[in-house]
């Protein structure tokens, strides 16, 4: 009787790697082997023929013991085979092409369907049993599902599964990582912590405690490419279902925090059997032991030289040293990898604890009316503008913006300097400048005692000057670095009351007194926008909508859509003006960016459009809006053009031919048309409504306001 068992060894490891699940390596060759003879009903184990298939030669981490000696001496085949992809046919080659007996039982202990082949190839008697051993049926689905008995690999071995919970003193962890010279990438330690806590049962619960939010009490937290990522830290955790719980600043808060939780949660019925505390600090040493008492496994992740003796020497606490399951790089290998990898067009460069050091540098610099600074002045300029909570995390700030290039020693009395020829510093300094010179320039020029903070959103969107890769591509950027100018104190960020409703608060900046801002100069033709009265500085005086539309298509064809939409609000409505808001809104799906705010400047600068405040009769306010000067040549050209196109509909309708791109080029073939400018003008002003389920054919609303006045005209 030839009976085999193939053993998947690399297949079944990770996924019981991935559900959680302990295993003893030697209790699971000698169980699979024993039960393989069991179930083929062999007097002994030694008439099975075992392989145990894997990628022997491959690394293996986290193993506590080595696989191929256990198999080994469980007594298997060791079959190395690096590729899968050609796994099935190599165990065939290898086995089963030579071997003239045909096989009675066959038994597949994997949970991947790259050893399916086997099933369909092997050669077997009429009486012969496929079996799969895994925990999933991989055959389910497909034509051997009915032909193969499908056994749970774990109900077979008698394989429990452990819960683990894990808490995260993250604060000293984060230091404590940072003291032994390592930086503290985020998401290689999220990555490995996880599954680190997974190779010891089902992980149920994960916690990780600091200051979150509260700016200067943590090590810079960064991510491979050297990226300050500290704000986002709270996200990236929630999404590794690792909960961040916010303490205050301080040891004694972190502690007391950690261990009320941990206490109450293991009172539970539903408590986890493994509990995992990420901390070095002896103050937990009372905690684990009472977690003992409660015949809780125990486990400490700490730092080598960072860790408490106490715990250290705790007999029924194992210490696993997070430097070793873990590949975290020092501050130096980071800077050297940072600066040669440089920055993606895709990656957003947001503020960040490095823009602390730069912002605080230069403020430094100007007082001193130097280049050059100790780091002693500079960690407590830091620490005055409460950019860092102490002085050692001023010096942990300063230590890692050296190794990172962004600060440079330059002599042996810890003078430093900037390194203007940085990435993040030249970056950083052209966004402040640009920031702080449009709030300085706008104050000065208009005389206002502040700016709006929707006004200076949009002047820096018109920005051309900011277009850099992962610069100002959304409001949400422009709010970050304005309010991180706020926090640096360089602009004021005040609550003022709306002139018109002073129950109303509104969002203004200012600028500091105390900050001196750089001579430089707007010059662009989108530096300056129209502001709450209605201005604009724009040179577009005579420019015609033929020359716009060369230079600007988007905005020409938004000032066509503002006239029509306008022109037909007021005449139906018998108003002299449009609502603003309103009209945005109805516009928004063509608006790309700045399209309808440069498209009104035109209006206004032509003398074709008027932006103010107009009564409301509906509101005991005033409502921004913009009337339309009819009579100028940009509105009656746009207007004609509106006529002209309404009636090709009209003939169409009249003729009984349906509306579409086609039929209105073959009534008028002068090619003058953009068809899909017209169709859309049309349909967002409800003249034609779309056929259902027949894309490019319309209806036209033959009652509606403007075609009735075309149609008079007509006649």
């Known amino acids: 009787m030839a009976a085999y068992l193939i053993v998947d060894v690399d297949d079944l490891l990770q996924s019981f790697r991935d559900r959680g699940i302990v295993v003893d390596m030697q209790e699971l060759a000698v169980g699979l082997r024993g039960g393989a003879a069991l179930a083929a009903g062999l007097m002994s184990a030694d008439r099975l023929k075992a392989v145990a298939v894997a990628s022997w030669g491959a690394p293996r981490r986290g193993q506590a013991s080595d696989p191929q000696s256990v198999f080994k001496a469980a007594g298997y085949d060791l079959f190395d085979m690096p590729q899968r992809e050609s796994l099935a046919d190599a165990l065939i080659m290898h086995y089963f092409s030579f071997d003239p007996e045909p096989v009675d039982e066959l038994i597949l202990a994997t949970t991947s369907q ?63 990582l940072n003291e032994q010279g390592f930086t503290v990438n985020l998401d290689h330690l999220i990555d490995r912590f996880v599954m680190q806590a997974k190779a010891h049962g089902q992980l149920v619960q994960m916690a990780a405690y600091a200051p979150w939010g509260q700016r200067g009490t943590l090590p810079p937290l960064v991510d491979s490419a050297g990226r300050e990522i500290a704000d986002d830290a709270p996200s990236r955790l929630a999404l590794a279902n690792i909960d961040p719980v916010f303490n205050l600043p301080g040891k004694n808060s972190a502690d007391m925090r950690i261990a009320r939780d941990v206490m109450s949660d293991a009172t539970h019925s539903d408590a986890a059997d493994v509990v995992i505390m990420a901390s070095g600090d002896r103050d937990f040493n009372e905690v684990l032991n009472a977690l003992r008492s409660r015949n809780k496994t125990v486990i400490v992740w700490a730092v080598r030289g960072s ?193 018109h409703n002073p129950d109303d608060l509104v969002p203004v900046i200012k600028l500091r007194a105390d900050y001196e801002p750089p001579a430089i100069e707007l010059d662009s033709p989108a530096d300056l926008v129209e502001d709450d009265e209605g201005e604009v500085d724009h040179q577009w005086a005579g420019v015609t909508l033929k020359v716009l539309a060369r230079t600007e298509p988007e905005t020409a064809d ?158």
Not at 154 to 175: M, P, R
Not at 369 to 397: F, H, M, N, P, Y
């Open 114 to 176: 790259d050893l399916i082949p086997l099933v369909r190839r092997v050669k077997t008697t009429r009486s012969a049993r496929i079996r799969v051993w895994g925990s999933k049926d991989v055959l389910e689905g497909t034509e051997f599902a009915d032909d193969v008995i499908f056994q749970p690999l774990e109900s077979l071995l008698g394989i429990q599964t452990k819960n683990v919970a894990v808490y995260i003193d993250f604060e000293n962890i984060a230091i404590s």
């Open 307 to 499: 860790t408490s003796r106490q715990l250290e020497n705790n007999p029924g606490i194992s210490i696993e040293y997070i430097e070793d399951f873990t590949n975290l790089q020092t501050h130096q290998s980071l800077s050297t990898s940072a600066l040669s990898g440089g920055e993606t067009e895709a990656s957003s460069f947001m503020p960040s604890q490095w823009t602390s050091v730069i912002l605080q540098f230069d403020r430094l610099a100007a007082k001193l009316k130097a280049d050059v600074t100790t780091t002693d002045q500079l960690i407590e300029q830091l620490l005055e503008v409460g950019a860092v909570i102490s002085w050692e995390r001023g010096e942990d700030l300063v230590a890692q913006a050296t190794a990172l290039g962004i600060l440079k020693v330059i002599s042996a009395h810890s003078d430093m300097m900037l390194n203007t020829d940085h990435p993040i510093v030249n970056k950083t300094r052209l966004i402040r400048d640009r920031i702080v010179v449009r709030v300085n320039n706008t104050l000065g020029v208009r005389g206002w005692e502040y700016v709006n903070y929707g006004f200076l959103l949009k002047g820096l969107a018109m920005d051309r000057e900011l277009d850099r890769p992962g610069c100002n591509y959304s409001d949400q950027w422009r709010s970050h670095w304005i309010d991180c100018l706020v926090r640096e104190q360089i602009l004021v960020r005040e609550l003022v009351p709306h002139r």
């Open 558 to 715: 938004m000032v066509r859509r503002i006239v029509v939409s306008v022109e037909q609000f007021t005449s139906f409505r018998g108003f002299t003006w449009c609502p603003l808001g309103s009209l945005h809104r109805r516009l928004r799906l063509y608006d790309t960016g700045v399209s309808f705010q440069r498209a009104v400047e035109y209006l206004i600068e032509n003398d074709a459009g008027e932006v103010g405040e107009y009564p409301n009769p509906q509101s005991d306010f005033f409502t921004k809006g913009i009337s339309l000067s009819l009579d100028a040549k940009i509105c009656r050209m746009i207007l004609t053009e509106r006529n002209a196109f309404v009636r090709l509909l009209l003939t169409l309708y009249e003729r009984n031919i349906l509306i579409s791109e086609q039929n209105i080029e073959e009534l008028d073939s002068t090619g003058q048309w953009d068809f899909d400018l017209w169709l859309s003008v049309m349909e967002t002003e409800n003249v034609l409504n779309p056929v259902p389920t027949r894309a490019g054919q319309y209806t036209l609303f033959r009652t509606h306001h403007t075609v009735n006045l075309v149609a008079e005209a007509l006649r």
